[in-house]
C-alpha cells in the first residue's frame, strides 16, 4: 500500500454526553489517486441528485449506482459467545466494526480491485455502536494497514471513506444496526429505535453527515437498513405512532437536507418484514409497496431515491427461515422467471418504471447475492434472472458482499485468504462472473437527463406538512389548524375532498413561483372579483396573480389556503371543477393515487389552481369540494 494513500491526519471523534461530537476529520493532506481512481472521478461530478427516475451528477448526466456493499463496520458478532472470538462471528469473520479485509490486504489493493470490478460507487455500513466507540482496533485488525494501528472503529471509518472518495467512489453512508450485532433477525436492531431512542438515531445522522459534508464524494444517506418486526410488534408506513417508518424517514431526510448537508441523497428502504411467519398469521415483506398511496415530499424533491433488498431463498411472503420459522410461501427462487418479474416490479421496481407519479423516483436495489458455492439449480437460475430484471429495467443496484475471507462464507465477490491472496469473479473459476460482467457492462441511459417533471404528495394525516422552506421561515401561518404546502417551485394541482391530501407539480410551469414573492394566507371572500365561481359556497381565492401552494384544515374542514406571486402575470380564464362527490380527474389520471378512498379533484397539467370552495351547511363540514382552475 502506498502511505500516501493513508496519510492523512483525521481528527479524534470526541464525546460529548455520550454522544460524538460534531467535529470534521482534519486532514493533513489529500489522499492520492490512482490512475483508475483519477478516471473515475473525472467522469462525474458530484453532488448528485434525481430527475424522475434517474440518478444525475451536477452536470445532469446520468450518474448510474453499480455498487458494491463493503460491510464490516456494522458488527459481525452473533450475539453469543465470546465477542473475541471469531467463530462468535458471523462466517468467522470478525469485523471489529471496521471495513472487513483490513487485516488481510492494504486499503489500496482493494479500492484497486473494487474499480477491477466495474464499481462506481461503495455502500458503507455502519452501526450506532460503532460511533461510540473510543477503544482503539486491535492491531490484528488492520495488519495489512499499519497506518490505521491505534485508531478507534471511527477514525478507520474516516481513513476508509477518505481513501475511497479520492478514488474517485461515491460513497452512501448505510446505517445498518444500532448496536454492533450481526443482522437481520430478532437482535434488537429491527427498527432504527430498537435499542436506542429516535432522537438519538436523528442525532447520529446529523453529526455523520456535517463530519463528511467537505467530502463531496460522499453523496448518499440509506437511513436504515431492513427495518422489520420486532418479537410483539410492527413497523408501519403512515400510522402515526413511534414505529412508523414512513414519518420517521421522512423527518431525519428532511432534517439532512436543512440542518446538516442540502448536497446529500436521501434513500428510503421499504419495509422488510411485517407479520407472524406461520402458515396461520398474517405476514409478508411489503417493501415498497405502501409508496404508491403514501409516498415521501422532501424539502428538496429532487433528493429521493428509494431502496430494496431481494434474495432468492426469501420471498415476497417467507422470512427465507428453513426449520423453526419456516412457512409454506413460495421463495423468490422458486417463482417462475415471469411470475418473478411481475412480483419485483409490484413490491419495489414499479418507483422507478411509473413515471409521472407523485413516488417515481429512481431504485437502488441496494442488496442482492448469492454464493460462490451456490449447487441449488433454482439458485442460480434465480440469479440469473435477476439480473435481467437488472439489466432490462436499467435499474441501480449494489451487490451484497464486496469483501470477505476465503474459507468462510463465499457470497462475497472478492475473498482475501490470510496472506492476502484474492480469489473470486475477478480470477476466473466463479460461476458468477459471466453474470456480474454483464450486469455492470449493461446498456442503459446514459448522458445528459432532462429536468423531469415533478409529482409529489401531501398529507396531513397526523401533523404539518409544509414542504417549502420559504413558507416555513414566514412561521405559522395558521395557528392551531394542520398545514400543509407544496415544495418550493411547486403549486397545488388536487386536493381530496376528505382525509387532508394534496397534490403538488410543477408541470407545465417550472419557475412559476416568484423567487423573492410574498406569500397571502386566505381565510375569506375578500379576494373573489371575477364572478361567483361557486354559488352558495364559500370561496378561498387567491388574490389576481398569485396561486395556491398549502393549504390548511381544522379536523376536515378548510381553514385556509396558501397563495404565492407568479413571476409573470396569470390568466383568469378558468373553471369550476367539482369533486365532493366523486374523482374528477385529468385523463390517465397523471400523478398517481394520492388520495385512497377519497373523492379526488384535479386541475390539468396546463393549469394552476387559483381556489378552493367549501360550504358549512347540514352534512358538508366546510371540506373541500370544488377548486377553481385556470389556465396557465
Known amino acids: 500500500m502506498k502511505t500516501s494513500l493513508l496519510g492523512v491526519a483525521l481528527a479524534a471523534a470526541l464525546i460529548v454526553g455520550g454522544a460524538p461530537a460534531t467535529a470534521v476529520p482534519a486532514r493533513a493532506s489529500a489522499p492520492t489517486p490512482s490512475s483508475a481512481g483519477s478516471l473515475l472521478a473525472e467522469s462525474w461530478q458530484p453532488p448528485l441528485s434525481t430527475r424522475g427516475r434517474y440518478v444525475v451528477d451536477a452536470h445532469g448526466d446520468r450518474f448510474k449506482l453499480k455498487s458494491v456493499n463493503w460491510h464490516g463496520a456494522q458488527g459481525s458478532y452473533n450475539g453469543t459467545g465470546d465477542v473475541n472470538d471469531p467463530a462468535a462471528h458471523h462466517d468467522a469473520e470478525k469485523s471489529d466494526q471496521i471495513p472487513l479485509g483490513l487485516d488481510r490486504a492494504p486499503l489500496a489493493n482493494i479500492l484497486a480491485d473494487f474499480h477491477r470490478l466495474g ?141 446538516a448537508n442540502p448536497d446529500l441523497l436521501v434513500i428510503v428502504e421499504g419495509i422488510n418484514w411485517q407479520g407472524i411467519p406461520t402458515d396461520l398469521t398474517p405476514h409478508g415483506r411489503p417493501t415498497l409497496e405502501p409508496a404508491r398511496e403514501l409516498s415521501h415530499t422532501l424539502v428538496a424533491s429532487d433528493k429521493l431515491v428509494y431502496s430494496a433488498h431481494f434474495y432468492g431463498y426469501t420471498g415476497p411472503h417467507h422470512t427465507g427461515a428453513t426449520g423453526t420459522g419456516e412457512t409454506s410461501d413460495w421463495r423468490y427462487q422458486e417463482l417462475p422467471r415471469e411470475e418473478l418479474f411481475q412480483t419485483l416490479r409490484r413490491q419495489a421496481t414499479f418507483v422507478a418504471d411509473d413515471t409521472r407519479r407523485h413516488y417515481t423516483a429512481p431504485v437502488w436495489i441496494s442488496e442482492f447475492g448469492i454464493g460462490a458455492d451456490e449447487t441449488n439449480p433454482q439458485g442460480r437460475t434465480w440469479f440469473a434472472n435477476f439480473v435481467d430484471h437488472l439489466i432490462e429495467l436499467d435499474v441501480d443496484f449494489a451487490y451484497w458482499p464486496a469483501v470477505g475471507f476465503t474459507g468462510h462464507g463465499r457470497w462475497k465477490l472478492l475473498d482475501y485468504d490470510s496472506q492476502g491472496r484474492r480469489s473470486g469473479v475477478l480470477d476466473g473459476d466463479d460461476w458468477r462472473t459471466p453474470h456480474w460482467q454483464r450486469l455492470v457492462d449493461s446498456p442503459g441511459r446514459t448522458g445528459a437527463v432532462p429536468v423531469a417533471d415533478s409529482w409529489n404528495m401531501l398529507t396531513t394525516d397526523h401533523a404539518d406538512f409544509v414542504q417549502s422552506l420559504r413558507a416555513r421561515a414566514k412561521g405559522d401561518w395558521d395557528n392551531g389548524a394542520r398545514k400543509a404546502a407544496c415544495p418550493d417551485g411547486e403549486r397545488i394541482v388536487g386536493l381530496s375532498h376528505d382525509g387532508g391530501r394534496g397534490l403538488c407539480t410543477d408541470t407545465g410551469a417550472r419557475g412559476l413561483a416568484a423567487p423573492t414573492g410574498a406569500f397571502t394566507v386566505v381565510t375569506d371572500e375578500r379576494h373573489v372579483s371575477d364572478g361567483d365561481w361557486a354559488g352558495g359556497y364559500t370561496k378561498f381565492q387567491c388574490p389576481t396573480n398569485q396561486f395556491m401552494v398549502g393549504y390548511s384544515l381544522r379536523g376536515r374542514a378548510v381553514s385556509a389556503v396558501l397563495c404565492t406571486e407568479a413571476a409573470r402575470a396569470l390568466p383568469k380564464t378558468g373553471r369550476t371543477l367539482w369533486f365532493d362527490r366523486g374523482d374528477n380527474r385529468p385523463a390517465g389520471t397523471p400523478g398517481g393515487e394520492f388520495a385512497l378512498g377519497h373523492h379526488k379533484g384535479q386541475c390539468g397539467s396546463d393549469e394552476y389552481a387559483a381556489g378552493v370552495a367549501h360550504s358549512g351547511a347540514w352534512a358538508r363540514g366546510n371540506k373541500p369540494a370544488a377548486l377553481l382552475c385556470r389556465t396557465l
Not at 460507487?121 to 460503532?130: D, G, H, I, T, Y
Not at 495489512?144 to 494501528?149: Q, R, V
Not at 447520529?204 to 427495518?227: H, I, P, T
Request: glycine letters at 6%; a neutral charge; aromatic letters at 10%.
Open 119 to 259: 464499481a462506481n460507487s461503495v455502500r458503507l455500513p455502519f452501526s450506532n455502536e460503532m460511533l461510540r466507540d473510543q477503544r482503539a482496533v486491535p492491531d490484528a485488525a488492520v495488519a495489512a494497514n499499519p497506518a490505521l494501528k491505534g485508531r478507534t472503529p471511527l477514525q478507520v471509518f474516516d481513513a476508509v471513506i477518505a481513501a475511497t472518495t479520492a478514488e474517485g467512489f461515491a460513497v452512501i453512508l448505510n446505517n445498518h444496526t444500532n448496536t454492533s450485532r450481526w443482522c437481520c433477525g430478532l437482535d434488537g436492531n429491527e427498527r432504527w429505535n430498537t435499542s436506542q431512542s429516535t432522537a438519538r438515531w436523528e442525532a447520529d445522522w446529523l453529526f455523520l453527515a456535517k463530519r463528511y459534508k467537505n467530502d463531496k464524494r460522499v453523496v448518499g444517506a440509506d437511513l436504515y437498513n431492513e427495518v422489520r418486526r420486532t418479537v410483539t410488534d410492527d413497523a408501519n408506513w403512515g400510522w402515526g405512532n413511534d414505529h412508523d417508518w414512513w414519518a420517521a424517514s421522512q423527518r431525519v431526510g428532511d432534517r439532512l437536507l436543512t440542518e
